[in-house]
């Protein structure tokens, strides 16, 4: 017989001492929080049973905890667990705390590891990485993933290649060859959950701890350092320009080298053919690996877009790293890592050992949605939405909000960033922005250092270009108070 608490009870031999016996350990369940606020209490005939006593002697105890306060009765209805603070210390000693962290890897007592807590914003807002949900085709979503779930019911359990399902890996590879250039066949292609898997399994297959140096991009994408740092690769920071990634900057010990070609995460630059060709031989020169993360890379405005790390790569250097959560939805967590031909074998035996394999349904749909064009159909509705509220942005920028911000050139993605004119007024004009643009962010937020010249971002994945007119006018009339 199944248990009927979610933690076991046991009684004594002597009959005398049950009621109390039973009734010290659901109080001490109640307490602890291993019976929930709101959770009903089975019926006391099935806990009879199963504990092997009279009903009336559970009825007893559960009366006796409902004039304790412990329980909710309800008319014809179990009892529910009453809600109040339960038997905890409000805060643990500074003793235990010690006791306690003690015990992680160094790794995970660095501050900069802990991510950062959620944001309290409204529905319209300039956050940076979030696409417009109101645009999305989820009734063919739905058609697709109803077909998947029929499909599956009519086939064997099992498990999926590690690597990924092999429809899935055709499609991802169709599709970056078609919208970006990247030269790849199924087999090349390696499927995460999301960007930040791929980057924990390179990290994981390429890092030596306390050994290899990783240069990244400072200001640069938070997940992809805690990525390496975790890996215990020793961090190279690396400033941004206007065209990119400094790649004269780059130590010859260098290892590896993260970096957003396409649309650098935050600033919005893209590298420069020029900064890419270096960056290439350098990593030739000095036997060094690139990590390309397609950061944003699906949504361009201007100009044919320059050609990919990987596209351009001739000595097998690059790892390709793309995702879905822009060009779809966050919440699909599907992610991939073209990889070069040597590295293949080792990423799917690391991929094996941390994640076995990614969830089947959801890639059966995805590979669906691609390959019947949905995928494309939908990138080509959103380019002139996302433009729309683009051009407002960058007109709001140079209109109203002239005086103090300078936009940065950028031709993809979802986010504009604004250098503050006057640096010296930095500390009065961002806290301003950042009240009036709910949502957007500085820079300052993405760098290792603490003296870096702010720069302020603005996404506009999920706000319209009426609203983001609005919102500046507002930016504008708080700045000159």
Same mark, same amino acid.
Request: aromatic share 8%.
């Given at each position: 017989?199944?248990?009927?608490?979610?933690?076991?009870?046991?009684?004594?031999?002597?009959?005398?001492?049950?009621?109390?016996? @039973?009734? +010290?350990?659901?109080?001490?369940?109640? @307490?602890?929080?291993?019976? @929930?606020?709101?959770?009903?209490?089975?019926?006391?005939?099935?806990?009879?049973?199963?504990?092997?006593?009279?009903?009336?002697? =559970? =009825?007893?105890?559960?009366?006796?905890?409902?004039?304790?306060?412990?329980?909710?009765?309800?008319?014809?209805?179990?009892?529910?667990?009453?809600?109040?603070?339960?038997?905890?210390?409000?805060?643990?000693?500074?003793?235990?705390?010690?006791?306690?962290?003690?015990?992680?890897?160094?790794?995970?007592?660095?501050?900069?590891?802990?991510?950062?807590?959620?944001? =309290?914003?409204?529905?319209?807002?300039? +956050?940076?990485?979030?696409?417009?949900?109101?645009?999305?085709?989820?009734?063919?979503?739905?058609?697709?993933?109803?077909?998947?779930? /029929?499909?599956?019911?009519? %086939?064997?359990?099992?498990?999926?290649?590690?690597?990924?399902?092999?429809?899935?890996?055709?499609?991802?590879?169709?599709?970056?060859?078609?919208? +970006?250039?990247?030269?790849?066949?199924?087999?090349?292609?390696?499927?995460?959950?999301?960007?930040?898997?791929?980057?924990?399994?390179?990290?994981?297959?390429?890092?030596?701890?306390?050994?290899?140096?990783?240069?990244?991009?400072?200001?640069?994408?938070?997940?992809?350092?805690?990525?390496?740092?975790?890996?215990?690769?020793?961090?190279?920071?690396?400033?941004? !320009?206007?065209?990119?990634?400094?790649?004269? /900057?780059?130590?010859?010990?260098?290892?590896?080298?993260?970096?957003?070609?396409?649309?650098?995460?935050?600033?919005?630059?893209?590298?420069?053919?020029?900064?890419?060709?270096?960056?290439?031989?350098?990593?030739?020169?000095?036997?060094?690996?690139?990590?390309?993360?397609?950061?944003?890379?699906?949504?361009?405005?201007?100009?044919?877009? @320059?050609?990919?790390?990987?596209?351009?790569?001739?000595?097998?250097?690059?790892?390709?790293?793309?995702?879905?959560?822009?060009?779809?939805?966050?919440?699909?967590?599907?992610?991939?890592?073209?990889?070069?031909?040597?590295?293949?074998?080792?990423?799917?035996? =690391? &991929?094996?050992?941390?994640?076995?394999?990614? !969830?089947?349904?959801?890639?059966?749909?995805?590979?669906?949605?691609?390959?019947?064009?949905?995928?494309?159909?939908?990138?080509? /509705?959103?380019?002139?939405?996302?433009?729309?509220?683009?051009?407002?942005?960058?007109?709001?920028?140079?209109?109203?909000?002239?005086?103090?911000?300078?936009?940065?050139?950028?031709?993809?993605?979802?986010?504009?960033?604004?250098?503050?004119?006057?640096? &010296?007024?930095?500390?009065?004009?961002?806290?301003?922005?950042?009240?009036?643009?709910?949502?957007?962010?500085?820079?300052?937020?993405?760098?290792?250092?603490?003296?870096? %010249?702010?720069?302020?971002?603005?996404?506009?994945?999920?706000?319209?270009?009426?609203?983001?007119?609005?919102?500046?006018?507002?930016?504008? /009339?708080?700045? &000159?108070?």
């Amino acid at each position: 017989m199944e248990p009927v608490f979610p933690f076991p009870v046991n009684l004594p031999r002597h009959h005398g001492k049950l009621a109390h016996e @039973l009734h +010290r350990q659901l109080r001490a369940a109640i @307490l602890d929080g291993r019976l @929930l606020a709101h959770a009903s209490l089975p019926a006391t005939r099935k806990v009879a049973e199963a504990l092997g006593v009279a009903r009336n002697t =559970v =009825v007893a105890v559960y009366d006796l905890l409902i004039a304790e306060g412990y329980l909710i009765p309800r008319k014809g209805a179990k009892p529910q667990v009453a809600e109040f603070a339960r038997r905890r210390p409000s805060k643990p000693s500074r003793a235990s705390v010690g006791i306690d962290e003690s015990r992680f890897a160094p790794v995970w007592r660095t501050p900069f590891m802990a991510p950062s807590p959620a944001r =309290v914003l409204p529905e319209r807002n300039f +956050r940076l990485g979030i696409p417009d949900h109101r645009h999305f085709p989820h009734d063919v979503w739905r058609r697709l993933m109803a077909q998947t779930l /029929r499909k599956s019911s009519r %086939e064997q359990f099992a498990y999926a290649p590690s690597q990924g399902l092999p429809a899935l890996r055709e499609a991802i590879a169709q599709h970056v060859a078609f919208a +970006r250039a990247v030269a790849c066949t199924a087999d090349d292609v390696i499927v995460t959950s999301g960007a930040q898997q791929a980057f924990d399994l390179i990290a994981r297959l390429l890092v030596t701890p306390g050994q290899t140096k990783v240069a990244v991009e400072e200001p640069g994408y938070p997940p992809v350092r805690a990525a390496f740092a975790a890996a215990g690769a020793q961090l190279v920071p690396l400033p941004v !320009d206007d065209e990119g990634l400094c790649v004269e /900057r780059l130590p010859d010990d260098v290892r590896i080298i993260s970096v957003t070609p396409s649309h650098q995460s935050p600033t919005g630059v893209a590298m420069s053919l020029r900064r890419r060709s270096a960056l290439l031989e350098f990593a030739r020169r000095h036997h060094a690996i690139i990590v390309e993360d397609d950061y944003d890379g699906e949504f361009r405005f201007g100009d044919r877009p @320059l050609d990919a790390l990987q596209t351009l790569d001739r000595d097998a250097l690059v790892f390709y790293v793309g995702t879905f959560s822009k060009s779809m939805f966050p919440s699909l967590r599907k992610g991939f890592v073209v990889a070069p031909a040597w590295a293949r074998s080792g990423l799917i035996m =690391v &991929k094996h050992c941390v994640d076995s394999h990614c !969830d089947s349904i959801t890639q059966s749909v995805l590979a669906a949605f691609i390959r019947d064009g949905h995928l494309a159909r939908h990138v080509r /509705r959103m380019r002139p939405i996302y433009a729309e509220r683009r051009d407002a942005l960058l007109g709001g920028l140079h209109r109203e909000l002239s005086p103090w911000l300078q936009p940065i050139p950028s031709e993809a993605g979802l986010h504009l960033a604004a250098r503050i004119r006057d640096p &010296k007024l930095a500390s009065k004009i961002m806290p301003i922005v950042l009240r009036f643009a709910a949502g957007a962010e500085s820079t300052a937020d993405y760098a290792m250092a603490c003296d870096i %010249e702010p720069v302020v971002t603005f996404g506009y994945g999920v706000i319209g270009a009426e609203e983001i007119t609005a919102a500046l006018i507002d930016l504008r /009339r708080a700045l &000159k108070e």
